[in-house]
């Protein structure tokens, strides 16, 4: 039983480069999020997906956009990349429903120089 | 979702000592739950709370949640170099469509 599942895993991009980011999540589950971990942080919450729909959304600008798939996996994308955006962006899974336990994926390191 | 709030930020403890990171809502928590992100890694998630009072043990870690379920608490005794990490309480919306509300953590480290 594969866990969420994550690539790539370390990426390098310039600024004003565009990024996509991809997820596969844990079997049996519907629901995907997506976060952003700068250094000494904890994860801050972007948004998620379920039913192919943005359900909610974080405080982040329109830059930040996502996609989920018919088979449960999502995108992340992030356009013109500015170097505050170098960060671990960590997707996790669920089932719909309150209180299923969330399971996070390896994350992708993102670096933008 | 209300942040959490958790002490201390950090804790520095020789190997075999206890360690103990608490958490505090001002508000009433419909659940807890706890993750620990080892350096470089991702959160792993360990427990979920959900009852008044409620104490569970994984190995040589107990977790409690508080009677008014407003605070919430991780105690590992015996510390070993492989609890070295940081350790979350978010809290969690509720609604159609929960989310996690991450502090900052508790970081903890091991001298060997």
């Known amino acids: 039983d594969a866990g969420v599942t994550q690539s790539p895993t370390h990426l390098i991009k310039t600024r004003g480069q565009q990024v996509t980011l991809r997820c596969s999540p844990k079997?049996?589950?519907?629901?995907v999020s997506w976060y952003q971990q700068a250094l000494g942080q904890g994860p801050q919450f972007i948004f998620q997906?379920?039913?192919?729909?943005?359900?909610q959304r974080g405080n982040f600008p329109d830059r930040f956009s996502g996609h989920q798939f018919p088979n449960y996996s999502s995108e992340l994308n992030v356009n013109a990349l500015l170097l505050g955006d170098s960060a671990l962006y960590l997707c996790?899974?669920?089932?719909?429903?309150?209180?299923?336990?969330?399971?996070f994926g390896e994350g992708s390191w993102l670096t933008v120089v | 979702g209300q942040q959490v709030m958790q002490i201390p930020q950090y804790q520095h403890v020789q190997e075999g000592e206890d360690f103990t990171t608490y958490c505090n809502s001002s508000?009433?928590?419909?659940?807890i739950q706890w993750y620990k992100q080892r350096p470089g890694g991702h959160p792993v998630f360990l427990i979920q709370?959900?009852?008044?009072?409620e104490v569970k043990k994984q190995k040589r870690l107990t977790f409690q949640f508080g009677e008014a379920k407003k605070n919430s608490s991780l105690h590992i005794t015996a510390t070993q170099t492989t609890d070295v990490g940081t350790y979350f309480c978010?809290?969690?919306?509720?609604?159609?469509?929960?989310?996690?509300?991450f502090g900052k953590g508790t970081k903890l480290t091991v001298n060997p």
């Open positions: 996790a899974s669920s089932l719909v429903g309150v209180g299923n336990t969330i399971y």
């Open positions: 079997s049996g589950h519907d629901t």
């Open positions: 997906y379920y039913e192919e729909e943005e359900r």
């Open positions: 508000t009433t928590l419909s659940n």
């Open positions: 709370l959900v009852k008044s009072g």
């Open positions: 978010p809290s969690r919306t509720q609604g159609g469509s929960e989310k996690l509300v």
